[in-house]
């Protein structure tokens, strides 16, 4: 469990570097969208605000981020429809709706 923890930790520290090389304007703030299944106050939903709380003030407000918990924006077989297409920047998910999409997850998923 606590291997699944840190590859999703890892993943979501990824994709929030690769969000650092988007090509700005000097002046353009860029709001990334994060979503998650999970309710306001469950332990992933506020570890990503507290990123996006350090984000915009590591970046001067370059960078913000909007957080949509409570599957607002669907479920997760939906919101990994809207990461692939770019709808949606960071997606805190679990590992069996993944791996229909990214087969190389399913290693993680055998009993």
Not at 10 to 29: D, E, K, R
Not at 52 to 62: F, I, V
Not at 67 to 76: A, D, I, R, T
Not at 89 to 100: V, Y
């Amino acid at each position: 469990m606590t291997f699944r923890r840190n590859l999703i930790a890892g993943a979501v520290a990824a994709i929030a570097a690769v969000a650092f090389f988007v090509p700005l304007t000097a002046t353009a703030q860029t709001v990334l969208k994060a979503a998650d299944v999970h309710p306001v106050g469950y332990p992933n939903v506020v570890a990503i605000e507290s990123l996006g709380k350090k984000l915009e003030a590591a970046t001067h407000g370059k960078f913000k981020l909007q957080m949509f918990p409570g599957s607002v924006l669907g479920g997760e077989k939906e919101m990994i429809e809207q990461t692939q297409v770019g709808a949606i920047d960071i997606l805190r998910t679990s590992l069996g709706p993944l791996g229909p999409v990214v087969p190389e997850v399913n290693v993680f998923n055998m009993p």
